[in-house]
């Protein structure tokens, strides 16, 4: 084990997209820079995402389009480094991509594009990287410029050796996905420094109800509806998908970054259509009501639907024309709106991202540096700025990192 002690200009924490983009931007100021993982595989949140090619953008990312107990605080880092940026330097390299829908931009071929691209930018730059590496310590000296005999405000014991810097970046990223290598090391790091954290949870994740609530529904895994799903006053129209313990799909995983435990989601399962239309048209109809409602949704599923309700069962034994006008507006209404609340989630095993995290009011929103600790900063996910689904979140390690490497 090498006990040597090195003294370098940058030390960044967690070598993921926030981290080498913001090693990249540092040592291109020409500042020696130490990247260091615990990991024994680099990036592989970048490895897995989008099924292999890695939603490494969105076009139309805004500032809208993030969560956060501060949420003007992305703004700044968004407008400095913009998806077209990031979309010049994959065309530095010859990545070819494209978009698939909503501003989505995806790689042509595989996502080991984007890892090989950062390392080879970091390669260029002269960063130097430990991995894997294990951080031990981490101390800090406020009034470090009194102390001759250790002019460096941070000390980072490793297992490979003892690093000395004025510039600490943490990028560790969150709690999702633990089985890759996720920790709260960011987090405990935060609480030893006095900056808060915010409450985490997971966040792009599916949800799971309870079995009185959802008991038909679990031998129907695979099936997928198109449906608005609106909780909190945010709403998102995509596909929902039945699972055995609930419900998932892009809409579901976008709402679930917003949901509370608690409370309902509500979710209209004909979003494209205007029910009591259909049935008005449909008055004199001699077909039942699940026969019709089969021409909109599955067959299997307007079933279960109305089975998981007595007064919904009653309604199925005759046809249209013998229904009450009540009764039509009813399930009109029913449809377009079917509150239920989920018990929980699938939690950070399947989960996309944290929500919460390190307190933006204890940063700048220009550098990423702590306010009360002058040389530590924090980027990525470790931050309290959650991206909706579609390539926002890789988009503000991008941004954010390069906040930071402009100043560190």
Wanted: charged share 20%.
């Amino acid at each position: 084990m090498n006990k040597s002690s090195v003294s370098v200009d940058v030390v960044i924490i967690g070598a993921g997209a926030a981290g080498m983009m913001c090693a990249i931007q540092a040592g291109r100021r020409e500042r020696s820079v130490v990247l260091v993982d615990h990991s024994t595989r680099l990036a592989e949140k970048i490895r897995i995402s989008g099924g292999g090619r890695c939603n490494f953008t969105n076009l139309h990312a805004k500032p809208e389009h993030f969560l956060s107990g501060n949420p003007h605080f992305c703004r700044s880092a968004l407008a400095r480094y913009t998806p077209l940026d990031f979309v010049a330097l994959l065309r530095k390299h010859g990545i070819r991509y494209h978009e698939k829908k909503l501003g989505q931009l995806f790689c042509d071929d595989s996502s080991q594009q984007i890892i090989d691209l950062l390392v080879n930018e970091c390669n260029d730059t002269g960063v130097t990287w430990q991995m894997p590496c294990k951080v031990l310590d981490v101390t800090y000296i406020a009034d470090y410029q009194t102390k001759q005999d250790n002019p460096s405000r941070f000390t980072i014991k490793t297992d490979h050796n003892t690093l000395m810097t004025n510039a600490l970046v943490i990028a560790t990223g969150g709690l999702s996905i633990p089985q890759i290598g996720a920790s709260d090391f960011g987090y405990r790091l935060a609480k030893q420094f006095g900056i808060p954290v915010t409450p985490l949870r997971p966040g792009l994740v599916g949800l799971t109800f309870s079995q009185d609530d959802f008991s038909g529904f679990r031998d129907m895994a695979g099936i997928a509806i198109e449906a608005q799903v609106i909780c909190e006053g945010m709403a998102f129209r995509e596909n929902i998908l039945l699972t055995h313990r609930g419900l998932s799909g892009p809409a579901i995983l976008q709402i679930s970054s917003y949901w509370k435990p608690g409370t309902a989601i509500h979710i209209d399962l004909l979003p494209q259509h205007d029910l009591q239309t259909i049935l008005e048209q449909h008055r004199k109809s001699q077909q039942l009501l699940p026969n019709l409602l089969a021409n909109y949704l599955p067959r299997r599923f307007v079933k279960i639907w109305f089975d998981a309700v007595p007064a919904r069962r009653i309604l199925t034994a005759k046809p249209v024309r013998q229904h009450r006008d009540s009764e039509l507006q009813q399930m009109a209404g029913q449809l377009h709106d079917w509150p239920i609340v989920p018990s929980g989630t699938v939690g950070y095993k399947k989960a996309e991202v944290t929500v919460g995290g390190v307190d933006t009011h204890a940063l700048s929103s220009k550098t990423m540096e702590a306010r009360q600790v002058p040389g530590l900063y924090f980027i990525g996910e470790v931050v309290d700025v959650t991206g909706q689904l579609g390539g926002f979140n890789f988009q503000w390690a991008w941004s954010s990192g390069y906040a930071a490497g402009q100043s560190v």
